[in-house]
């Protein structure tokens, strides 16, 4: 249920703004109008403007082959390059060199004069727009002219700029930096100059002879590793002696032949071994076959004697011999032990007192080297580099001339003056309507009076006496009775009284054709014209006004003669009557009662058309003494706070007021009141229609 409520007021807010915009439809379309012709014809007046475009690559800078880079398999990537190139093709550098280039402040003047520099820059800049192709290094810079062949001309020479510019920034930091690093190596040279002084300054003060030259091994140094190798010589000597005298010692006299063998290498001893071996090896064959007393055997035996005596004997000289050698050794390596040491304290000594600041004098001359071979290998390498060839920008598509013009798009701007006029319009026909208080529906009435609303009259409504009773305004008037009649204290017969809170509102028209309508409805009918200020009824039915209300108020005529009959059936008249020059006391509530109340009782339905409420006190007091009022209000005429006073007023004299009539709708303007409209008057043709058929039959 709340979702159809929800529904039903959105639709109704809907039709809310399509109200207003159908009611001020002149107003948009005024406004949309004028928008269209103005941008047309600016459109029209507006010079034809060219475009041409030049594509360009652009990278950062480095050198096509760089022959002492190393190889990567990546790239850095900096995302602010681009935005930089942007706005480095936008400066005014850039501008200021192609306007030069192009002579643009003498092609853009007149009668042969220069346009100022500023100028020039700010026509350039207004003319030329840059564009990134998305995810791609190309930059496309699109220059607008009136002149197709300017525009090319320009869009070219700015990407010649922009890429002429950036090969000079880059030799220009490379000359610069170079110049420094040369500046800088010069100045390396003098330290490694005087570096090497101080070094030379250094020995002779010491009195350093270092051989092989400078930076070489010192002759102490020499000294103590020479002494170190023989001492490590002599020490193994030693040892190889000590080993092999402690094992001949360790073996008995009655062993040393039979270990000959395993103890030397002598070649003495090993010739003997030998022989004793071929002996025994002779005495084990014949023993075999021969007793011990062979001449043979005999003759061997005493031959492995003699050898083994002989073995012995070399063997025991050999002992002797290591021992002598071995003590030899040990005197050496003590020896050697001590003129070490005797060298490592005076080595000590000397390093400690002068060597210390020669070897930092030599650390300091090999540091300004090493830094000057830096520097000079790296300028050697930067020079080379820079005659590598380069291309930070290259032109991919060079501009040309464009003989459409891109600018002005008549379609376009007709197109959007359409949209903007329309808009427009629409926005002050909201403005204006917001501005208006005046009672636009119903609704407003209802909320502001707090009663039923019993018509809704059209407008351009005439008498229904001119329009004849066969009118399709009629059925207007028709609802209206019915409704009175059945009104809330409404009733077929009475006295009623209308009125309206200003002057204008359709009060006595509005009167008229009600009781027109109850007249020919087959009631009696009296219609009083009580608008002594401004009577307009006796216009309407074109009888005189000479005698009527005032007269019989004042008691000049009675009632009866001052009524006149009319050629409606059933509808008679009482007219104002004119006003006297002292009007004080015609309108007299207790004459005003009487008066009605005797005219009741002659006809079925009394109206009484009164002036208006605000302002003059007459419909109030005729009103009061009614049997109830209908109040007219115009359609968009006076602001809600008119209304107010109405109601206002009514409240305070205690008037009954049985509903209220809107009165002159713009049917045409009004969706609701269009559609209420149309149902009645396409009812009424169809009717009208059907009964002449039937007469026709």
């Known amino acids: 249920m709340s979702s159809e409520t929800t529904q039903q007021s959105s639709s109704l807010h809907f039709l809310d703004y399509w109200r207003v915009i159908r009611s001020r439809k002149e107003i948009v379309l005024a406004v949309a109008i004028l928008v269209v012709i103005t941008g047309t014809v600016y459109t029209l007046l507006l010079p034809n403007i060219y475009e041409s475009s030049v594509r360009i690559r652009v990278s950062e800078d480095s050198p096509e082959i760089n022959p002492f880079a190393q190889q990567t398999y ?75 062949d300017e525009s090319a001309r320009i869009a070219n020479e700015i990407a010649e700029v922009y890429r002429d510019s950036r090969l000079e920034i880059a030799s220009k930091q490379i000359r610069d930096a170079l110049n420094k690093m040369k500046e800088e190596l010069t100045e390396q040279a003098d330290r490694v100059l005087v570096a090497e002084a101080t070094v030379q300054a250094v020995r002779v003060k010491y009195g350093i002879a270092t051989p092989g030259g400078e930076g070489s091994a010192d002759y102490f140094e020499l000294q103590i590793q020479q002494l170190q190798a023989d001492r490590t010589a002599a020490q193994q000597v030693r040892v190889d002696k000590e080993v092999a005298l402690s094992v001949l010692e360790k073996i008995k006299p009655e062993d040393l032949v039979d270990s000959a063998a395993g103890i030397t290498q002598d070649p003495n001893v090993i010739s003997l071994v030998q022989q004793l071996q071929d002996i025994k090896v002779q005495l084990s064959s014949i023993g075999a ?103 930070p920008v290259e032109i991919i598509d060079a501009a040309e001339p464009n003989r459409r013009p891109v600018s002005p798009n008549l379609f376009m701007n007709v197109l959007l003056s359409i949209f903007v006029g329309l808009g427009a319009g629409v926005g002050l026909a909201y403005f204006i309507e917001y501005l208006d208080t005046s009672v636009k529906t119903a609704e407003d009435i209802e909320r502001i009076l707090g009663l039923p609303v019993l018509g809704l009259i059209p407008q351009k409504v005439r008498p229904l006496i001119e329009e004849g009773p066969d009118s399709e305004h009629a059925e207007s008037y028709r609802v209206l009775r019915t409704n009175l009649a059945f009104s809330e204290g409404g009733a077929h017969h009475g006295a009623f009284c209308v009125l309206s809170g200003g002057a204008g509102e359709g009060k006595s028209t509005t009167c008229f054709n009600l009781a027109f309508v109850c007249a020919q409805q087959g009631e009696k009918v009296l219609l009083i014209d009580a608008d002594l200020r401004r009577p307009v009824q006796h216009t309407i039915l074109g009888v005189s006004n000479r005698f009527g209300l005032t007269n019989v108020l004042l008691r000049d005529v009675p009632v009866e003669e001052a009524i006149k009959a009319t050629s409606v059936p059933n509808l008679h008249f ?56 209908v109040i007219v209000v115009q359609y968009r005429k006076y602001p809600r706070e008119m209304l107010n006073k109405a109601r206002q007023t009514i409240e305070s004299l ?37 009964m002449s058929e039937g007469n026709d039959l």
Do not use: C
């Open 654 to 690: 205690g008037v009954k007021v049985v509903g209220a009539v809107l009165n002159n709708i713009n049917v045409m303007r009004d969706d609701y009141y269009y559609y209420y409209h149309s149902y009645y008057s396409d009812y009424y043709r169809s009717s009208q229609s059907e």
């Open 74 to 148: 990546y790239s850095s990537y900096n995302p602010y390059f681009l935005r930089d190139q942007f706005e480095i093709i936008q400066s005014k550098p850039i501008f200021t060199s192609v306007i030069n280039r192009l002579n643009l402040q003498e092609g853009w003047g007149e009668s042969g004069e220069k346009v100022a520099r500023e100028v020039a820059l700010k026509i350039l800049a207004n003319s030329i727009s840059v564009i990134q192709q998305r995810d791609t290094s190309l930059i496309m810079i699109v220059v607008r002219r009136d002149d197709p």
């Open 574 to 629: 009482l007219p104002s009557g004119r006003l006297p020059r002292t009007s004080l006391g015609v309108l007299d509530p207790k004459r005003i009662r009487e008066l009605i109340g005797s005219l009741k009782t002659k006809y079925d339905v009394v109206l009484i058309d009164t002036p208006p409420l605000v302002g003059i006190s007459d419909s109030a007091i005729i009103a009061k003494e009614a049997d109830g009022a």
């Open 289 to 391: 076959n021969f007793g011990p007393n062979h001449p043979e055997v005999k003759r061997l035996k005493n031959q492995q004697g003699q050898v083994e005596k002989t073995l012995t004997e070399q063997l025991i000289a050999l002992r002797k011999r290591l021992k002598t050698e071995f003590d030899v050794a040990s005197s050496r390596f003590v020896e050697l032990e001590k003129l070490l040491d005797d060298a490592k304290k005076e080595t000590i000594e000397l390093q400690g007192q002068q060597y210390q600041e020669f070897r930092q004098a030599l650390a300091d001359l090999d540091n300004e080297r090493f830094i000057y071979n830096q520097l000079n290998a790296r300028l050697r390498q930067e020079m080379i580099t820079m005659d590598v060839p380069r291309h």
